[in-house]
């Protein structure tokens, strides 16, 4: 398995990006985490990232759907936008609590997102992640 360079969280939960960094780090799943409680931060670092060749953008994302300001939804809409030759490079995981059957269709129907977590984080789904994605 190659080594994880870098993982970005997306939630407007502060707990829940804590337990997820440690769980990332507990499990050595990858070299650095980098968590946002706003979608448009993330976005912007994203576009910034893009425009440095040296900074290494993040090889998997994890993102809530639903979130104040800009959703996941939204994000991914404005995701779609960053040049292809680093997104393509990117694995982006839905990992939400969301319980409504249309919003998990709607994630899997998506070619962006490889497939949709219920939280919270585990160590085995970073282990399907592993064995499916990387």
């Known amino acids: 398995m190659k080594t994880i360079k870098k993982v970005m969280l997306i939630?407007?939960?502060?707990i829940n990006n804590f337990v997820c960094e440690n769980i990332i780090k507990n499990e050595n799943f990858a070299e650095q985490v980098v968590s946002f409680e706003w979608a448009e931060d993330a976005l912007?670092?994203?576009q910034d990232q893009a425009q440095k060749p040296d900074q290494a953008f993040p090889e998997l994302i994890f993102l809530d759907i639903n979130m104040p300001g800009m959703d996941g939804w939204q994000f991914i809409k404005e995701y779609k936008k960053l040049p292809e030759h680093l997104t393509s490079h990117c694995c982006l995981f839905m990992l939400s609590s969301a319980?409504?059957?249309k919003d998990i269709i709607t994630a899997k129907n998506m070619l962006e997102v490889k497939e949709f977590f219920s939280k919270p984080l585990s160590s085995e789904i970073l282990n399907i992640i592993k064995e499916e994605y990387i």
Do not use: F, I, P
């Open 11 to 14: 939630d407007d939960d502060q």
């Open 44 to 46: 912007s670092y994203l």
């Open 99 to 101: 319980v409504d059957r």
